[in-house]
């Protein structure tokens, strides 16, 4: 098992009850399907705010970065950069806000 | 360009910059910057930009100051409340700096108007409060080609970059729709650190300052993101999309759409956009007051019922499906929050659970302060 880093915007977490950053377990690849696949089992109120529901594709308004990279085009079955999968880097899920 | 000797001495530290210099100061003289929205953003992007010399500023703010704008829109100040804020913005802006002019644009920017507006300018700063406002703006400036100085703010958390630069991305690269209503809590909603916008806005206005100045590295191609409880600032990369309907290769939006439709509401900090069934507060207090057998349920958060609240029944929203058990269904109940956001969504999630008799207090505690109870307070 492998503990993956994961930082979620301010209104996600509010939702999901955590605060700062949240890791999640995962066994085998790690993968943008494999955390988000953990991260809605440990925090189902998740469910539907970052991929959509049935079809679990991103939504439009949320987008994926590790490593200052933008991985949000990639396949959800792309392996994760190293210093992710390794833990020494989050996997950044960054959403948009109007606040001004 | 010439400048006067008062002018020198005020521009002094520009001017002995190599950065700046005589050059620089008179492109900043000849700028013309226009600012959208005179609050958490636009006050330290206008006062800063005003300070800097930039010769034309323009200002649009349909709103009027209020008291509960004094804990971040540094601008306005306690006498000004209920005054227009572009007048109150112009009256500061002038008293910083009597060298500039300032366009004041007292109304909402549309798709009727953003055009016209923005085409005077050759800078947009963008310190709106709503997805529909920075959708129109993001996609008025790629249509006529003004870079758009953009950033956002949510409790200790914001956002930074610059848009529509040639061959640089466009807000809707980023974020090709919005999200639904409700999900996303405004800053009235949700609240807001009154020092981010201030951190946000410095950061607009010097990348406006090097954009006049044709100097440095802009937040093009970058998406800054700024953490102020943690004080940690992470660079994002950013590429345009060949894909973007606006800017994309193929586009497909060439002039300015309903942006309220798109967004699905009035405006994310007015509206929910969920149509469920509302009690007006004078409604309520009827009924309470003729001794109707109603629950109240307050699904706000714990330490906004220590601020106020009008008894009843508290289940904060996010612990409703887990706490569904203690409403029973034939009861009435009218669920309340702030402002009526959240308590919207719960009336929905409890009459998609079978609730039938359950209604949404209308404009929230906030308007039962203001229309029924004047001795509560407002927050």
Request: glycine letters at 8%; a negative charge.
């Given at each position: 098992m492998i503990r993956i880093r994961v930082q979620l915007p301010a209104h996600l977490r509010t939702l999901a009850h955590v605060a700062g950053e949240i890791t999640v377990q995962i066994d085998g690849t790690v993968t943008q399907r494999s955390v988000l696949d953990a991260l809605e089992v440990n925090y189902p109120t998740l469910r539907g705010t970052i991929r959509d529901h049935i079809t679990h594709r991103r939504r439009a308004f949320v987008r994926f970065f590790a490593c200052g990279?933008?991985?949000?085009?990639?396949?959800?079955?792309?392996?994760?950069?190293?210093?992710?999968?390794?833990?020494?880097?989050?996997?950044?899920?960054?959403?948009?806000?109007a606040g001004g | 360009m010439n400048f006067s000797n008062e002018e020198i001495l005020r521009y002094s530290r520009h001017l002995i910059m190599p950065e700046v210099a005589l050059a620089g100061q008179a492109r900043l003289k000849a700028a013309r910057v226009l600012c959208i929205g005179a609050g958490g953003l636009g006050s330290p992007v206008a006062l800063y930009l005003a300070a800097a010399g930039v010769g034309t500023l323009g200002i649009v703010d349909f709103d009027v100051v209020d008291s509960t704008n004094l804990q971040r829109q540094i601008i306005h100040s306690t006498a000004d409340?209920?005054?227009?804020?572009?007048?109150?913005?112009?009256?500061?802006?002038?008293?910083?700096?009597?060298?500039?002019?300032?366009?004041?644009?007292?109304?909402q920017l549309t798709s009727d108007n953003a055009l016209g507006i923005i085409r005077e300018f050759d800078i947009v700063v963008d310190g709106s409060d709503n997805f529909a406002t920075r959708y129109l703006v993001n996609d008025a400036c790629v249509l006529e080609?003004?870079?758009?100085?953009?950033?956002s703010v949510y409790r200790f958390e914001g956002q930074a970059s610059v848009f529509a630069t040639a061959g640089g991305p466009c807000y809707r690269c980023l974020y090709p729709e919005p999200p639904p209503p409700g999900m996303v809590p405004s800053c009235a909603e949700g609240g807001v650190l009154g020092v981010l916008p201030g951190l946000l806005g410095v950061i607009q206005a010097t990348e406006a300052i090097k954009l006049v100045l044709r100097t440095g590295d802009t937040l093009a191609?970058?998406?800054?993101?700024?953490?102020?409880?943690?004080?940690?600032?992470?660079?994002l990369k950013l590429s345009r999309s060949p894909d973007c309907p606006v800017c994309g290769d193929h586009p497909t939006v060439h002039e300015l759409i309903d942006y309220e439709e798109f967004c699905g509401v009035r405006g994310e900090e007015h509206d929910d956009g969920l149509s469920v069934p509302e009690i007006g507060p004078a409604e309520l207090k009827r009924?309470?007051?003729s001794g109707e057998d109603l629950l109240?349920?307050?699904?706000?958060?714990?330490?906004?019922?220590?601020?106020?609240?009008?008894?009843?029944?508290?289940?904060?929203?996010?612990?409703?499906?887990?706490?569904?058990?203690?409403l029973n269904s034939a009861h009435q109940i009218v669920a309340y929050c702030k402002s009526g956001v959240r308590s919207a969504r719960a009336v929905e999630f409890l009459r998609s659970a079978g609730f039938r008799r359950v209604r949404n207090l209308r404009g929230g505690i906030n308007a039962w302060a203001e229309l029924v109870d004047p001795s509560l307070p407002r927050y």
């Open positions: 990279e933008d991985l949000s085009l990639e396949s959800p079955d792309t392996p994760l950069p190293e210093p992710v999968a390794t833990g020494r880097e989050p996997f950044l899920v960054v959403g948009a806000i | 409340v209920d005054r227009p804020k572009v007048e109150s913005a112009a009256e500061r802006l002038h008293g910083i700096n009597p060298y500039i002019t300032v366009r004041t644009f007292d109304t080609g003004k870079p758009y100085v953009y950033a191609g970058r998406l800054l993101l700024v953490d102020a409880l943690s004080m940690r600032f992470s660079e009924l309470l007051d109240l349920l307050d699904v706000r958060e714990p330490h906004e019922r220590e601020i106020v609240h009008i008894g009843g029944h508290f289940i904060p929203l996010g612990d409703l499906p887990e706490r569904i058990h203690e």
